[in-house]
Structures are given as C-alpha cells and as structure tokens.
C-alpha cells in the first residue's frame, strides 16, 4: 500500500474553495468552543437573552447570590402563588415575581419554628412537573449551589396532567439544559421520538458556533438596538402600544420584562374567587398510565438524588378547595399519595399532607387550586414548621418504630 500523500492532499486543498471555507469553519468553532469554555462560570448564562422567562429570572437571580441559600423551594403555581401572595401581604406591597425569590415572610416563620434554615429562594415555576424539579435540583448540584434542605409541592396534576407532552418541552428543561442540569442520557430519552429535535440538539453538541446561536442573536439584537436607540440598548426597556404587546404574547408566552409579573397584597374587602374548574376538566380529562410512569420516576429521582447530596427533603401534598379534589378519581388520588408519601420516606425524606381537613378554609383561595395571600401565609408557616428540627426529628423517630 502507498503511503498517503499528505503534499498533493494539501496541494488540492488549497485550489478548493469549499475545503478551505470548511477548514476555516472548523478553526473559528474551535476558537468559540475554547473561548466559552474559558469564561463559563457557574450558573451563569454567558450571554444577555432577548428572551427571558421566568426560569431564566430565577437562575440568574440564584447565580447573584452572594450566599447559597439554606432552603430551596421547588414547584408549581400552587408555591409560587402562596408564596408571593404571603410575601406581598407581609410586606404591605406589590411584589415582583420575577426579580424577587427570596420570602422574608418564610424565613420569619422558620426562625419561629427554631428551624435550622436561615435563608430561602424560591425555584418554583408555574407549570413545573416532577421532570422540572429533578432538572432544577440536578442543576444546583451540578453547579456546586448545593442548598441544605429542598421542599417540593405535589398536587395530583404533576402525574395526570392532559397538557403535559414531553419533558423536553418545558422552558425549565431548556434553561437547565444550558447550565449543567440535563444529562445526555435525558437529552437523548427526552427527544428520541422527534427526529429533528434529536438532531438540533446533536448538531448543537458538535458545532460550538450551532450551540451558542443564543448568545450570537443577543449580539444581533442589542447591535440593531444600540443603532435604533444609540445609548439605551437593555431589551426590558423597550415600550411598545399594549396591543402589540398581546400579540407578542402570543408567539413567546412565557417572555417577560421585570415589571411585567407582580403580585399585589391580599385585601380581605376584595377577596374575588375565580371559577377555573374548566382548565382542570381538561388537564384531568385523559390519565395516561405512560405519563404517571414518567413523572413517578422523575420524583423518585430527585428524592434518591436529594439523599445522595446529604439534602434535608421534605415534601408537601398541597391544599386544594373541595370542589377541585372532586374531579380526581378517589383511587387515584389514595394511588398519588401512596406513591408519593413512600418514595419521599423510602429515600429518608418527610412528607406532609397540607391537604387534610381543617387546615385551609375556602376563602383562603382566590381560584380551585391557588391559596390567595392570607391562605399563603398559613400555607408557609406549615411549610416552616414541616421544616423545622421538631417536626424533622418527630418525623424520623416516627419512621424508625
């Protein structure tokens, strides 16, 4: 066999207009690559988005801190509307829910509980499943903002949700996916049923140039802005009419400026409940045996992940008005709480039902499944004393007789 001639390969090459646009592609993707890798801190986005979602404002938020926080809170909108709503009413203000995710109320709470948890910061998202908080908290560990104690919120809607399509779908698992907090065995579960979403995320991996298109359309958008509006290029300072913001709603639902999502306090002369049992005749509408089987092991993930990192877990059903719990089949509700109850005490967790009888009264809901700001604030100090070192050591001595 000859050998290979290397001089006549490059000879041909460099006549070729194609290889040599090719071989300069593959220097400066290299150049990229190395230069991202060389400025990647933790948790940090590396770039400044056009698009910004809730998650996006809550792990920047978190990458500020100067301090990792004791307790992180994980959720859906049955925390996040607890929690803001307390938070708004403590305060006596409106209070944002995308800048601010520490709850001063909460933490008053666990110093009077004698609760070993100082600080707080709230990672719930409206919409997060058990898929989204095993990304958040595989996030926090993989970063190194490892917290001491996790509570997570359970409704029967993470397990039987007809809305719900597929983990990699929701703006958690996309944000997560660009700090660390998916694994490629996820990426790969989570998108081999589409083709060309198993493809975009395999180019993305190859090409570094592919991967950051995030960071190059920052670029673009602030260069257009700093032309149109020499001196004022920050994206949440655009104004537009009301209308063509609607519109812009429609096709990025979950953008938001910092202003745009507040929660005003709770005022007992206007407590309006809203009837929203059609949007959970829906999602309770198909109960899909795959799903439940997903989301299940999702949780199970998180708790066996929570144990492994030493994290204190403790995990709460949340209330819901009667009216609501009525449309969940009596043997699937007892199977979710089953379920759930014994995977949080099989990995060394405490579970708490906030559901039961008693504890949460009609009013203290503003729609079927969100607590308003006086229901919150029950909800939180029952959060604090589940977290307390009382109720954890209660709990332990009962596990172990």
Known sequence: MKPFNWSAFLSGARKSDVVLALLLFVIVDAAVGIGFALNQKPLAFNYDVPFRSRTWYALTDLAQQKQTPDLVLLGASDMTCALYGAEATYQKKTVS????????????????????????????????????????????????????????????????????KNPSTSDVYKNAARVNGVGIADEIACRKK??????????????????????????????????????????????????????????????????????????????????????????????????????????????????AEGIDLVVGNSPLTAENLAMVPADTYKRYLDQVSSTVRANGGVFVDLNLPGLFQHDDFFDSVHLNGKGGQKFLSYVADAMSSRSLAQSATQQTK
């Open 97 to 164: 829910q995308l800048t601010n995710h520490r709850s001063t109320y909460l933490e008053s709470q666990l110093e009077k509980a004698s609760a070993p948890y100082k600080s707080t910061f709230c990672l719930a998202i409206p919409g997060e499943m058990p898929s989204d908080q095993y990304f958040m908290l595989r996030t926090l560990v993989s970063n190194k903002v490892k917290p001491k104690a996790l509570y997570c919120t359970m409704v029967p809607r993470n397990f039987v949700d007809a809305t719900f």
């Open 194 to 307: 589409d083709v060309f979403s198993l493809f975009d995320w395999g180019l993305s991996r190859l090409s570094s140039v592919y991967g950051h298109a995030q960071t190059f359309k920052s670029i673009q958008h602030h260069l257009v802005q700093s032309i149109c509006r020499p001196g004022d290029s920050q994206f949440e300072t655009v104004k537009m009419p009301v209308t063509m913001r609607k519109l812009a709603l429609m096709d990025l639902p979950e953008d938001f400026a910092p202003t745009e999502v507040g929660q005003d306090p709770f005022d007992p002369n206007n407590n309006v409940f809203v009837d929203n049992l059609h949007e959970y005749r829906v999602r309770y509408s198909q109960f899909s045996p795959k799903i439940w089987a997903q989301q299940l092991d999702y949780f199970k993930r998180t708790c066996e992940l929570a144990k």
